[in-house]
């Protein structure tokens, strides 16, 4: 397992760009399962007040400075194309907190230019893998030690 995957699923708070309201759509399932697993979710969606109990935010810009200071990973369920923007805000907040120390794009989602971004700012990066999945896969292989 890679150092950004392994950094990214021992993290606390976890921030995720648009998680969907929709209990069926997979934004959701994954934070649900990651919110279920011991991580704070904070949701960014500018269409929802709440999802999953947690107050929703526009973009990663509009979080309260508590949470920018505490911020560990971005996850990203965004469309390849959006996620550069997603990319340059989290690069902010790192410049200034120095955190998030780990972007992460969901299964499907591939953008160089974006990690090319995250890493000249100071952050790990991850593409095309589901948080979920690792750490389920973490969990197992840490089951059998």
Known sequence: ????????????????VG?????????HEVASYLSANG???IPI???ADFILGEKSYNSLVDLPNNIKR????V?????????????????????????PSVVWMQLGIINETAANIARAAGMAVVMDRCMKIEHKRMATKNSHL
């Open 70 to 73: 505490e911020l560990d990973v």
């Open 19 to 27: 998680l969907s309201k929709n209990p069926s759509k997979p934004s």
């Open 75 to 99: 996850d990203i369920f965004r469309r390849s194309e959006d996620v550069p923007l997603v990319v340059k805000e989290a690069a902010q907040i790192h410049h200034d907190y120095l955190r």
């Open 39 to 41: 991580f704070k979710i």
């Open 1 to 16: 397992m890679n150092d950004a995957i392994q950094r990214a699923l021992n993290a606390k708070l976890i921030a995720v």
């Open 45 to 47: 969606n500018p269409t």
